[in-house]
């Protein structure tokens, strides 16, 4: 109960903040109507007291039975501080998260909802139940799992006479609607990027490609009720009754050209306080990482991030093509564009960045070279920023073109670029020059160079997402390149020979990379689909040797029958349901 009042103090803050300044509502012709400084605060105390009243450790241990633990607060497990501490542990000053989930609380944490929302809806005592909440929606992407999820949703709020109807739609399909903020309340899951707290948080910056809640848009854009002072830390940011981007977005920015590492964690934890603050993102777990293999195969390794690697694969029956699923059909293949860890996956066959995901001989992780001949050491410039100079390996693309450092500057410039408005443009954001003069510049053919604002930790698993991947001008110059095989061009250690749409991807080993005589696996067949229980059929029969997904209500039986091939890996990702930060809630 202590973490939800807290949380409270920093709207009763935010509010008393915001009448001292008489910030208030504004809007835009379409959506809502406009919304008070006032009633935002109510609304998002009444997000806050929804989210006290879900069971996580039900959710976990009866729904997901995969080893997720619950989570009460947004970035996930498996992020450290500098002492080694876990980020989450330190959340909310140190409470631990946003709220309880001791399973002893689970009762006070409904009777504080129920007190919490009786402020602004009629509530009959002799039946227990709200009788005038709105109709909420609840909108999830078609997968048996996600459905249970919802279903267990909907039957704990009306456990207090709040109605909430659940709403499928196939994945793109899932992904473009939350996107555009169509919708009230969604299903969400993050998966970390790379290996700092960061990723969490700079998604939600009001022009991110990510912002699926829709901070600092529409009507929240205008209202001026957000605080943040960072002069405990001697830091000069300080905003009073400032909009989402007056607050939030600086937050951010200051969080990444900050080198002090206990100051920089210090400022991602004001910026998760004011993000949750706002109740529109509500945890339920951590994950993990379910998924079947057959025992047959050997050498197949996965990242934390969710990415699974099939091109060092053997399997006993000497095999030469491997069938697997992970996903349904994706919404694109251009590095730039997707935003999805099926798509990454794929792409991490079918592109060499600068650098990649390894295992190495004892099976630990780790960032090595791949296009660079190395992972340079940056230098430091007078003015603090730092100039890394690359030089390309010998690659050609699939279509015979050679890969020049030119291609790699095209590429970046292209992803970072605010016209083109893609996902993971924000990646770019610690480049000198961003968003649209990138310090990035091919010197020659072989040699890359960029500059970066100041030293950035995680600067190689940057350089290994797909965002950071090269495509080639002319290529991209036809709209349809990337999901078409015939005009498909990669630079990886697979092309694309064939995309059945719906259907299956199939992938062949690119005999003109540098590291062909590596791969072991000539042809790798992706099957698209997203129902388990085909995925599991086709495992068992022995068609498709890794599924990424299982049938919820066969997970118990899968653990006793399949010891050796029901995979928990670890991952570092939340779980979580979000509101459309606009929707209108009021009743009052």
């Given at each position: 109960?202590?973490?939800?009042?807290?949380?409270?103090?920093?709207l009763?803050?935010?509010?008393?903040?915001?009448?001292?300044?008489?910030?208030?509502?504004?809007g835009?012709d379409?959506?809502?109507?406009?919304?008070?400084?006032?009633?935002e605060?109510?609304?998002?105390?009444?997000?806050?007291?929804?989210?006290?009243l879900?069971?996580?450790?039900?959710?976990?241990?009866?729904?997901?039975?995969?080893?997720?633990?619950?989570?009460?607060?947004?970035?996930?497990?498996?992020?450290?501080?500098p002492?080694?501490?876990?980020?989450?542990?330190?959340a909310?000053?140190?409470?631990?998260?946003?709220?309880?989930?001791?399973?002893?609380?689970?009762?006070?944490?409904?009777?504080?909802?129920?007190?919490?929302?009786?402020?602004?809806?009629?509530?009959?005592?002799?039946?227990?139940?709200?009788?005038?909440?709105?109709?909420?929606?609840?909108?999830?992407?078609?997968?048996e799992?996600?459905?249970a999820?919802?279903?267990?949703l909907q039957?704990?709020?009306?456990?207090?006479?709040?109605?909430?109807?659940?709403?499928?739609?196939?994945?793109?399909?899932?992904?473009?609607?939350?996107?555009a903020?169509d919708?009230?309340?969604?299903?969400?899951?993050?998966?970390?990027?790379y290996?700092?707290?960061?990723?969490?948080?700079?998604?939600?910056?009001?022009?991110?490609?990510?912002?699926?809640?829709?901070?600092?848009?529409?009507?929240?854009?205008?209202?001026?009720m957000?605080?943040?002072?960072?002069?405990?830390?001697?830091?000069?940011?300080?905003?009073?009754?400032?909009?989402?981007s007056?607050?939030?977005?600086p937050?951010?920015?200051?969080?990444?050209?900050?080198t002090?590492?206990?100051?920089?964690?210090?400022?991602?934890?004001?910026?998760?306080?004011?993000?949750?603050?706002?109740?529109?993102?509500?945890?339920?777990?951590?994950?993990?990482?379910p998924?079947?293999?057959?025992?047959?195969?050997d050498?197949?390794?996965?990242?934390?991030?969710?990415?699974?690697?099939?091109?060092?694969?053997?399997?006993?029956?000497?095999?030469?093509?491997?069938?697997?699923?992970?996903?349904?059909?994706?919404?694109?293949?251009?590095?730039?564009?997707?935003?999805?860890?099926?798509?990454?996956?794929?792409?991490?066959?079918?592109?060499?960045?600068?650098?990649?995901?390894?295992?190495?001989?004892?099976?630990?992780?780790?960032?090595?070279?791949?296009?660079?001949?190395?992972?340079?050491?940056?230098?430091?410039?007078?003015?603090?920023?730092?100039?890394?100079?690359?030089?390309?390996?010998?690659?050609?693309?699939?279509?015979?073109?050679?890969?020049t450092?030119?291609?790699y500057?095209?590429?970046?410039?292209?992803?970072?670029?605010?016209?083109?408005?893609?996902?993971?443009?924000?990646?770019?954001?610690?480049?000198?020059?961003?968003?649209?003069?990138?310090?990035?510049t091919?010197?020659?053919?072989?040699?890359?160079?960029?500059?970066?604002?100041?030293?950035v930790a995680?600067?190689?698993?940057?350089?290994?997402?797909?965002?950071?991947?090269?495509?080639?001008?002319?290529v991209?110059?036809?709209?349809?390149?990337?999901?078409?095989?015939?005009?498909?061009?990669?630079?990886?250690?697979?092309?694309?020979?064939?995309?059945?749409?719906?259907?299956v991807?199939?992938l062949?080993k690119?005999?003109?990379?540098?590291?062909?005589k590596?791969?072991?696996?000539?042809?790798?067949?992706?099957?698209?689909?997203?129902?388990a229980?085909?995925?599991?059929?086709?495992?068992?029969?022995?068609?498709?040797?890794?599924?990424?997904?299982?049938?919820?209500?066969?997970?118990?039986?899968?653990?006793?029958?399949?010891p050796?091939?029901?995979?928990v890996?670890?991952?570092?990702?939340?779980?979580?349901?979000?509101?459309?930060?606009?929707?209108?809630?009021?009743?009052?």
């Amino acid at each position: 109960m202590k973490k939800f009042l807290a949380v409270l103090l920093i709207l009763v803050m935010v509010f008393t903040f915001a009448a001292c300044g008489g910030g208030g509502g504004g809007g835009t012709d379409e959506g809502p109507a406009a919304v008070s400084v006032e009633d935002e605060v109510k609304q998002a105390e009444i997000r806050q007291a929804i989210g006290l009243l879900f069971d996580r450790n039900y959710i976990c241990e009866e729904i997901g039975q995969a080893g997720q633990l619950p989570a009460g607060s947004f970035v996930a497990m498996g992020m450290t501080e500098p002492d080694g501490s876990q980020f989450y542990e330190n959340a909310n000053g140190g409470q631990g998260g946003y709220y309880s989930v001791d399973p002893a609380d689970f009762e006070s944490n409904v009777n504080q909802a129920i007190e919490i929302l009786k402020k602004y809806y009629e509530w009959d005592e002799s039946a227990q139940q709200f009788t005038n909440f709105p109709t909420l929606t609840y909108l999830y992407n078609t997968s048996e799992g996600h459905k249970a999820i919802g279903e267990y949703l909907q039957s704990a709020l009306a456990s207090v006479g709040i109605t909430i109807n659940l709403e499928n739609q196939e994945w793109n399909t899932f992904l473009n609607t939350r996107k555009a903020g169509d919708y009230s309340i969604a299903r969400n899951g993050w998966l970390a990027d790379y290996n700092d707290p960061i990723c969490f948080l700079d998604m939600w910056t009001t022009d991110s490609g990510n912002n699926d809640v829709q901070f600092g848009r529409g009507n929240h854009g205008t209202l001026a009720m957000y605080s943040v002072d960072t002069t405990d830390l001697g830091l000069d940011l300080k905003v009073e009754n400032g909009t989402w981007s007056e607050t939030y977005d600086p937050l951010i920015s200051l969080v990444k050209t900050t080198t002090d590492p206990a100051t920089r964690y210090a400022l991602m934890h004001k910026a998760e306080d004011l993000l949750m603050s706002t109740g529109a993102i509500c945890p339920l777990y951590y994950y993990t990482d379910p998924y079947m293999i057959s025992k047959t195969v050997d050498g197949f390794f996965a990242n934390p991030l969710g990415y699974k690697y099939f091109m060092y694969t053997t399997t006993s029956d000497k095999l030469d093509t491997l069938n697997v699923c992970i996903a349904s059909e994706p919404d694109t293949l251009d590095p730039a564009a997707n935003s999805a860890v099926d798509g990454a996956t794929m792409l991490a066959h079918l592109f060499s960045g600068l650098a990649k995901w390894s295992e190495d001989e004892n099976g630990n992780l780790q960032i090595v070279p791949d296009a660079a001949e190395e992972l340079v050491e940056g230098v430091e410039n007078e003015d603090g920023t730092v100039t890394y100079t690359y030089t390309l390996r010998d690659m050609k693309w699939s279509d015979g073109e050679p890969v020049t450092a030119k291609d790699y500057e095209f590429a970046w410039k292209r992803a970072a670029n605010e016209e083109n408005a893609f996902d993971y443009g924000y990646m770019f954001e610690n480049v000198v020059g961003y968003p649209n003069d990138l310090a990035v510049t091919a010197l020659d053919d072989k040699t890359l160079e960029v500059t970066i604002a100041n030293q950035v930790a995680y600067w190689n698993e940057l350089l290994a997402f797909p965002t950071f991947f090269p495509v080639r001008e002319d290529v991209v110059a036809n709209e349809g390149w990337n999901t078409d095989p015939s005009t498909y061009v990669c630079n990886g250690m697979y092309t694309m020979d064939a995309w059945e749409h719906n259907s299956v991807i199939t992938l062949k080993k690119n005999e003109a990379h540098p590291d062909a005589k590596e791969v072991t696996m000539p042809t790798l067949k992706f099957y698209l689909s997203d129902d388990a229980n085909n995925m599991l059929t086709n495992f068992k029969n022995g068609e498709w040797k890794l599924i990424d997904d299982v049938p919820t209500n066969e997970m118990a039986a899968l653990k006793e029958d399949y010891p050796d091939e029901f995979v928990v890996a670890g991952q570092i990702g939340t779980y979580y349901v979000c509101w459309n930060i606009n929707e209108d809630i009021r009743a009052w």
